[in-house]
């Protein structure tokens, strides 16, 4: 069983910077690709930023390139993800995600059905 609680989100102007971070619960995150989904409203649930167990593979959503950074610290069980230059289309409700099914695989993963643990979500809110 893994749990995952995000954290981090907030309100800011356009231009501005957040970082977001998500907890894991469970000996083994280490083991397992990790990703950060956005979804908002009335629009699908779509990754932003994926890294592989190791973090030598990332993933960005070309949305994002160059302004997101993920990153993981598998000693504290933690990922992150580095939101620059923020746009009012980056509003939404951030979600963290955990591949569990395949450990140490080496590899990204960026579609929702992928991922078999979720946190419950962290909001951003970007003011133009």
């Known amino acids: 069983q893994v749990q995952l609680v995000e954290s981090g989100g907030g309100l800011v102007q356009a231009g501005g910077s957040l970082e977001l971070s998500c907890a894991a619960s469970g000996r083994t995150f280490n083991r397992y690709a990790m990703g950060w989904f956005r979804q908002a409203p009335g629009k699908e649930r779509d990754c932003v930023a994926a890294?592989?167990?190791?973090?030598?593979?990332?993933y960005y959503a070309n949305s994002v390139k160059g302004r997101f950074t993920i990153s993981r610290d598998n000693a504290k069980n933690t990922v992150s993800l580095q939101i620059n230059s923020l746009k009012p289309e980056d509003t939404a409700l951030y979600y963290c995600?955990?591949?569990?099914?395949?450990?140490?695989?080496?590899?990204?993963?960026?579609?929702?059905?992928?991922?078999?643990?979720w946190g419950q979500g962290t909001q951003v809110t970007v003011s133009s």
């Open positions: 995600a955990a591949r569990t099914t395949e450990l140490w695989d080496g590899k990204v993963y960026y579609t929702t059905q992928e991922y078999d643990y």
């Open positions: 890294i592989s167990w190791s973090g030598g593979r990332i």
